[in-house]
């Protein structure tokens, strides 16, 4: 048997398995886990739980540590800023004149990585952009091309979150 635990980065998302390196996590403990793209912060979806070994895709990427109040204030103050990001990056779009469709703007949790998502009918030479967007932003700026059905789900998204928010205002 093997002990595992389920982490989601966006709520919905889709949950990961890590191994969690011996700390006893609980539902909704914020966690810094070791990915393919570096250290990321997650939520644990799924508890601690003990499954055959046969149904773990080895090898599991481990929780690195429970994330620090200073680590969930940081993400936090990053995520506010996605916004300005995305309004930002849509200025330099125009002023390069690139047949682009922003979709979202996304820090990673310690602000070391800006990375916009964007949708276009064809390949698009994006480097002076990214020059002038690390200019601004002084961090590292990844720009990802998507396809039709991650763009609906990235909006979809979005608006389940804008349509939860509206709720809570007139309830």
């Not at 982490?7 to 998302?13: A, H, I, L, M, S």
């Not at 799924?46 to 540590?65: F, G, H, T, Y």
Request: proline share 2%.
């Amino acid at each position: 048997m093997k002990q595992i635990v389920g982490v989601n980065f966006k709520n919905p998302g889709k949950i990961y398995y890590f191994d969690p390196n011996n700390f006893k996590l609980e539902k909704g403990m914020h966690v810094i886990v070791d990915t393919a793209m570096g250290e990321e912060y997650g939520e644990v979806a799924i508890a601690n739980k003990e499954v055959e070994d046969e149904k773990v895709a080895e090898p599991l990427k481990q929780v690195v540590r429970i994330a620090t109040a200073k680590e969930e204030k940081i993400r936090e103050e990053f995520k506010a800023k996605e916004g300005d990001a995305f309004e930002k990056c849509q200025v330099e779009i125009k002023k390069f004149e690139l047949p682009m469709k922003l979709i979202e703007a996304e820090y990673k949790y310690d602000g070391s990585k800006l990375t916009f998502y964007f949708s276009s009918e064809k390949r698009i030479d994006f480097r002076e952009l990214v020059k002038s967007l690390a200019a601004i932003f002084k961090t590292r700026i990844e720009m990802r091309q998507i396809g039709v059905r991650d763009e609906v789900r990235r909006l979809g998204r979005k608006w389940n979150l804008r349509k939860r928010t509206m709720l809570l205002f007139i309830s």
